[in-house]
Each structure stands twice: as structure tokens, then as C-alpha cells.
């Protein structure tokens, strides 16, 4: 078993994992900015990816760095650059102390592990430009690349949770015709525990969802009827910005400027596209359905 350190430990997917890597027999550190307002279940240190020196502090004796941190709630005009120079300190910090494997949770997108991140949103160019900033010091990066998280309190199914539960029909733009493979949240701890210290997933880029591929109108719909709502989605060819960001601040509670933030990666299909964690890893994730089933029960 290892000694492991999550950074954004009190985010969706850090609440999630760290019971999870716990439950596995890990020896859990929870790496957030203020401690003293943790209330999970593992040691929490502080750490800031603006302070290097909080960063080496609390890297000292890990053996395996979980990265889960964004800084989507600064808005994203310059997004990319930010991520940048967070994942680097992360990344040098984490090679000072010794740290012999960072792991990402990233982002999917259609061209998969070698599109170019000039033709991406500015949220998923971040993302990219971050699984190379990471491993910039040398230390080996382990990317498990995921789209939409079905789980209750992931933000981009509270957004069609929400919008569905308080509108018959809901308009949607066009990009809402690309092409998403959502996975469900247990499934995605899952792989992220699996990945662990092993060797063979060192400098590997791992994508992961449901088998099956879906356009975010039909998604929305799906989760909207998984709660007994109508789940009536029309497509309109534009969608003014402000329109949609007065929608999300009506419809939810969800923050606005990083919901806005994941819109604009609609425009870009988020599929899996290659089999590397189906061969390397021995789970099958749970289908489309009952991952929806079972987020809707949460």
C-alpha cells in the first residue's frame, strides 16, 4: 500500500476518492487550503498550488500525488495559463519530494491524447496544458481523461438535474448535438484508485466512460426523466451567452462563471477514443442507464 496525498480533497470527485483509496488500505493525506474546514476522513495538511512552499511541505514522504485541482471560479479569459503554472508547481514540488507518480483527472475531447489544445475550449485546453505542466520536473503522470460525471453534487449534472426538475421543455444550442460519453461517478473513483502505483500506467493517458455515446440533448433528456420530469429538449440555432448564463443562475445553484465555463466545451464531442483502459485495467464500467439510475438515487 502507498502513502497518498490528494490535492482538491474536498472537491466532487477529492470526497469521493479519498474514503475510496482509504477503503483500499492507503495511507490518505488530504491536501487542501483550509484545513482546519475539512471534515473528511483522512489527515488533512495544508497546501496551496500558489505557495510552493506549502506544496513541498505537505509532498514530503508521498509516494503517489492525486491532482484534482481547477481553477474554473477564476473565470476563464486566462484560464490555460493559470492551470499552467499550477500544474507546474504541483509538478516541481512533487519531484523535490521524491513523489514517483502524479495522477490527473483530465478532461475527454473527440481528437483524443494528441489534438492540438489551440482548437479546444479554453476549459479543456486547460486541462491538457496541465497534464504536460505536471509532469514538467519529471515525475511520471497518470491521466484519466473523463467528460461528464453522473453523480449528485458533480457540476455538470447538477446543471441538467436542476434546469430538468424546474422546466417542461428546456432550449438548448446547437452544440448540444455533440457527442458525449458520461461516466458515473463510482466508476471513475474506481479507476483512479485502480491506477495506483502501477508501473505499466506511468506516463499513460487513460480514457474512460460508459460504453455507450450520446449527444448531450439526449443526456439531458435521460436525466430529466430518470427524476420524472418531461425532459423536453429543443434545439435553437443560437443561444445568446448572457441568455444562458441568466437560465443557470435562475434554473440552479450551481456556480455560473464555471458552469459557462463547461458549456463552452460542448462544441467539442468528448468520447473515448481508444481502448487502453479497457485492455490495461480489469473494470467494466456500469451502463449509461444504470449510471444515471443510480446518480438520480443519491
Same mark, same amino acid.
Given at each position: 500500500m502507498s502513502r497518498v496525498a490528494v490535492a482538491g480533497a474536498s472537491g466532487f470527485v477529492g470526497r469521493r476518492l479519498v474514503p475510496a483509496l482509504l477503503a483500499a488500505g492507503h495511507d490518505v493525506t488530504a491536501l487542501t487550503r483550509r484545513p482546519g474546514e475539512y471534515d473528511g476522513?483522512?489527515?488533512a495538511v495544508r497546501a496551496d498550488v500558489h505557495d510552493p512552499r506549502s506544496l513541498t511541505s505537505a509532498l514530503r514522504d508521498i509516494e503517489v500525488a492525486f491532482y484534482l485541482v481547477h481553477e474554473l471560479a477564476g473565470g476563464h479569459d486566462d484560464l490555460p495559463d493559470r492551470e499552467r503554472r499550477s500544474g507546474?508547481?504541483?509538478?516541481? !514540488?512533487?519531484?523535490?519530494? $521524491? +513523489?514517483?507518480?502524479? %495522477?490527473y483527472l483530465g478532461g475527454l475531447s473527440s481528437a483524443g491524447a494528441h489534438d492540438d489544445p489551440t482548437a479546444l475550449s479554453p476549459h479543456l485546453r486547460a486541462r491538457r496544458l496541465t497534464e504536460? !505542466?505536471?509532469?514538467?520536473? $519529471? +515525475?511520471?503522470?497518470? %491521466?484519466?481523461?473523463?467528460?461528464?460525471?453522473l453523480g449528485r453534487g458533480s457540476?455538470?449534472?447538477?446543471?441538467?438535474?436542476q434546469v430538468g426538475a424546474r422546466v417542461p421543455v428546456t432550449a438548448a444550442p446547437l452544440q448540444s448535438a455533440s457527442r458525449t460519453q458520461p461516466i458515473g461517478a463510482a466508476d471513475l473513483v474506481g479507476y483512479l484508485v485502480d491506477v495506483v502505483d502501477d508501473e505499466r500506467l506511468l506516463g499513460t493517458v487513460l480514457e474512460v466512460g460508459t460504453d455507450e455515446v450520446v449527444t448531450y440533448?439526449?443526456?439531458?433528456?435521460?436525466?430529466?426523466r430518470a427524476h420524472g420530469h418531461r425532459g423536453s429538449v429543443v434545439p435553437l440555432p443560437v443561444v445568446p451567452a448572457l441568455l444562458m448564463e441568466a437560465g443557470l443562475r435562475a434554473l440552479t445553484d450551481v456556480d455560473t462563471p464555471t458552469a459557462m465555463a463547461l458549456l463552452a466545451s460542448m462544441r467539442t464531442d468528448a468520447t473515448v477514443n481508444d481502448d487502453v483502459a479497457r485492455r490495461?485495467?480489469?473494470?467494466?464500467?456500469?451502463?449509461l442507464d444504470d449510471a444515471i439510475r443510480a446518480a438520480a438515487a443519491e
Amino acid at each position: 500500500m502507498s502513502r497518498v496525498a490528494v490535492a482538491g480533497a474536498s472537491g466532487f470527485v477529492g470526497r469521493r476518492l479519498v474514503p475510496a483509496l482509504l477503503a483500499a488500505g492507503h495511507d490518505v493525506t488530504a491536501l487542501t487550503r483550509r484545513p482546519g474546514e475539512y471534515d473528511g476522513p483522512a489527515r488533512a495538511v495544508r497546501a496551496d498550488v500558489h505557495d510552493p512552499r506549502s506544496l513541498t511541505s505537505a509532498l514530503r514522504d508521498i509516494e503517489v500525488a492525486f491532482y484534482l485541482v481547477h481553477e474554473l471560479a477564476g473565470g476563464h479569459d486566462d484560464l490555460p495559463d493559470r492551470e499552467r503554472r499550477s500544474g507546474e508547481a504541483f509538478g516541481r !514540488a512533487a519531484a523535490r519530494c $521524491g +513523489v514517483r507518480q502524479i %495522477v490527473y483527472l483530465g478532461g475527454l475531447s473527440s481528437a483524443g491524447a494528441h489534438d492540438d489544445p489551440t482548437a479546444l475550449s479554453p476549459h479543456l485546453r486547460a486541462r491538457r496544458l496541465t497534464e504536460a !505542466a505536471l509532469g514538467v520536473a $519529471g +515525475v511520471p503522470v497518470t %491521466v484519466v481523461r473523463a467528460g461528464i460525471i453522473l453523480g449528485r453534487g458533480s457540476l455538470g449534472w447538477e446543471m441538467m438535474r436542476q434546469v430538468g426538475a424546474r422546466v417542461p421543455v428546456t432550449a438548448a444550442p446547437l452544440q448540444s448535438a455533440s457527442r458525449t460519453q458520461p461516466i458515473g461517478a463510482a466508476d471513475l473513483v474506481g479507476y483512479l484508485v485502480d491506477v495506483v502505483d502501477d508501473e505499466r500506467l506511468l506516463g499513460t493517458v487513460l480514457e474512460v466512460g460508459t460504453d455507450e455515446v450520446v449527444t448531450y440533448r439526449d443526456l439531458m433528456g435521460r436525466v430529466a426523466r430518470a427524476h420524472g420530469h418531461r425532459g423536453s429538449v429543443v434545439p435553437l440555432p443560437v443561444v445568446p451567452a448572457l441568455l444562458m448564463e441568466a437560465g443557470l443562475r435562475a434554473l440552479t445553484d450551481v456556480d455560473t462563471p464555471t458552469a459557462m465555463a463547461l458549456l463552452a466545451s460542448m462544441r467539442t464531442d468528448a468520447t473515448v477514443n481508444d481502448d487502453v483502459a479497457r485492455r490495461l485495467l480489469p473494470r467494466r464500467p456500469a451502463s449509461l442507464d444504470d449510471a444515471i439510475r443510480a446518480a438520480a438515487a443519491e
